[in-house]
C-alpha cells in the first residue's frame, strides 16, 4: 500500500522494514521471496535453511507471510476456492529439538502461464497430478513411504480436491488437516504455518511424527510443493 500526497510522488510502504524496526532488528536482512505464489512459503523455509548453512551457528531466519485480498479476483476462484487475509511467522534454524526438514520437492508448470486464467479447465485436470508428483517426490527424498507420514498439513483451498487426492494416491483423509478451510478458507502463503499451530494446539503432533506440508501456487505459471518433517 501507499499513501499520495498532492504534489509529491507516492511511496509504497515497507512492511518489512517496519516490522524490523518495531522487533529491534535493525541489523537483519529483510527481503522479499516471489515467483512460486501460493508454494513460496516452503520454497523461503528452503532458502531460509540455505543461507544458514553458510550463517554463525546461532543465527536465525524469520520467516513472515500475509496477503491482501483487495479485488474480487483475489478473494474468489469461481468452483475452486475462496481466498481469506491472514499472516503468520516460522522461525528458522540450523538445529534444534524439533520440527526438521527432512525434504523438499517443488513441482514447476511454466505452461500454466497466463493459463489460470484463461484456462482453468486444464488446470484443474492436471492440478492433482502434478500435486501428487511434488508430494511422491518429497517422501522418497525423505527415504520415507507414504504411510510412514503421520499427518498432512494442506493449502486450504478446497476439501473435495484433498479427498479426491487422498482416493488416488491411497493416503487416509482423516489424515489430513482440513478443519481450517472453512475457518480461515485459503490464506495464501500463511496456510501451512496456521495449520501447524493448528496441530500442535490439538496434539496431533507428538515427537518423532513425520509429517508433510503441501502447497499450491498459480501466477506466472504453476508451482507444486512439498515438504516432510520430523516433529
Known amino acids: 500500500m501507499g499513501a499520495h500526497v498532492p504534489g509529491r510522488r507516492a511511496v509504497p510502504a515497507q512492511p518489512l522494514d517496519t516490522m524490523c524496526r518495531l ?3 535493525d541489523r537483519a536482512v529483510a527481503f522479499t521471496v516471489t515467483h512460486h505464489a501460493c508454494a513460496t512459503g516452503l520454497l523461503a ?10 550463517s554463525p551457528p546461532d543465527s536465525l531466519a524469520l520467516v513472515v507471510a500475509g ?11 469461481p468452483e475452486t476456492s475462496v481466498f481469506g487475509e491472514g499472516a503468520s511467522a516460522c522461525l528458522v534454524g540450523r538445529d534444534g529439538p524439533r520440527d526438521r526438514l527432512l525434504a523438499y520437492a517443488a513441482n514447476q508448470r511454466g505452461d500454466f502461464d497466463d493459463e489460470v486464467t484463461t484456462d482453468i479447465g486444464r488446470f484443474q485436470e492436471e492440478y492433482q497430478a502434478s500435486l501428487m508428483a511434488a508430494i511422491h517426490t518429497a517422501v522418497e527424498r525423505a527415504e520415507l513411504a507414504l504411510g510412514d ?23 487416509p483423509v482423516d ?3 482440513l478443519d ?15 495449520n501447524y499451530q493448528t496441530a500442535r494446539t490439538r496434539g496431533l503432533l507428538r515427537p518423532g511424527d513425520r509429517y508433510l506440508v503441501a502447497a499450491a501456487g498459480a501466477g506466472r505459471g504453476a508451482t507444486f510443493s512439498a515438504m516432510v518433517f520430523e516433529h
Open 23 to 25: 522487533l529491534g532488528l
Open 45 to 54: 523455509i528452503d532458502l531460509a535453511g540455505r543461507l544458514l548453512a553458510e
Open 67 to 77: 496477503e491482501k485480498a483487495f479485488t474480487y479476483d483475489a478473494r474468489v476462484v
Open 149 to 171: 507420514i503421520d499427518l498432512v498439513l494442506p493449502h486450504n483451498v478446497n476439501i473435495v480436491a484433498w479427498q479426491r487426492l487422498c482416493r488416488r494416491i491411497g493416503y
Open 175 to 177: 489424515r489430513v488437516l
Open 180 to 194: 481450517n478451510v472453512p475457518l480461515t478458507a485459503h490464506v495464501f502463503c500463511a496456510d501451512a504455518f496456521v
